[in-house]
T-cell receptor
Framework: GAVVSQHPSWVICKSGTSVKIECRSL??????MFWYRQFPKQSLMLMAT?????????EQGVEKDKFLINHASLTLSTLTVTSAHPEDSSFYIC????????????FGDGTRLSIL | SQQGEEDPQALSIQEGENATMNCSYK?????LQWYRQNSGRGLVHLIL???NEREKHSGRLRVTLDTSKKSSSLLITASRAADTASYFC????????????WGAGTKLIIKP
């Protein structure tokens, strides 16, 4: 089946550090990748949609300069949390789509980010 | 992107019993999908049901879709302790650029 690899699984770092999270589709080409944020005991909140080779589309309220997204190839998207602060601590999850609306999204295992 | 509603919010049952979770949505859809999330992990796709389908089965899972009521249900039969997880429904709305609209989720606990 389709596999999406996300790493790191968890990060603990000091306030002010920039953190990069990678999302790779291992056995399929992902024309579209999604980045979500999930707070404890809540549903997924879409942050941005990224299409290969073009700029990401951010959801309302998500700071583009804070959460930099790059989708340089059909198998890799990265999310960089710049100058992270404690309020950025959260669970970040990526998913990938082949672009077929009748196929499910395939999810990475998530990244637990803790900013001290 | 969160417009769906799920109920119950939490469900605790004995192993071996059946578990039913419901999902309602607001817009016209291409399909509706159910996912499972174990604590601290990513989401695992369970079943996708298209808007022109009414029922779908996969192993111990049965999903129904009623587009007139804009609702769906997920039935897990003969539950096992390993079914303990959060379950989310998500709809692929028409014209949504593949974005999914997520329900709030149901926390299912199976007691051994």
């Amino acid at each position: 089946g389709a596999v999406v690899s996300q790493h790191p699984s968890w990060v603990i770092c000091k306030s002010g550090t920039s953190v990069k999270i990678e999302c790779r589709s291992l056995d399929f080409q992902a024309t579209t990748m999604f980045w979500y944020r999930q707070f404890p005991k809540q549903s997924l909140m879409l942050m941005a949609t990224s299409n290969e080779g073009s700029k990401a589309t951010y959801e309302q309220g998500v700071e583009k300069d804070k959460f930099l997204i790059n989708h340089a190839s059909l198998t890799l998207s990265t999310l960089t949390v710049t100058s992270a602060h404690p309020e950025d601590s959260s669970f970040y999850i990526c998913s990938a789509s082949t672009g077929d609306s009748n196929q499910p999204q395939h999810f990475g295992d998530g990244t637990r980010l803790s900013i001290l | 992107s969160q417009q769906g509603e799920e109920d119950p919010q939490a469900l605790s049952i004995q192993e071996g019993e059946n578990a039913t979770m419901n999902c309602s949505y607001k817009t016209s859809i291409n399909n509706l999908q159910w996912y499972r999330q174990n604590s601290g992990r990513g989401l695992v796709h369970l079943i996708l049901i298209r808007s022109n389908e009414r029922e779908k089965h996969s192993g111990r899972l049965r999903v129904t879709l009623d587009t007139s009521k804009k609702s769906s249900s997920l039935l897990i039969t003969a539950s096992r302790a390993a079914d303990t997880a959060s379950y989310f429904c998500a709809t692929d709305a028409k014209g949504s650029n593949y974005q999914l609209i997520w329900g709030a989720g149901t926390k299912l606990i199976i007691k051994p």
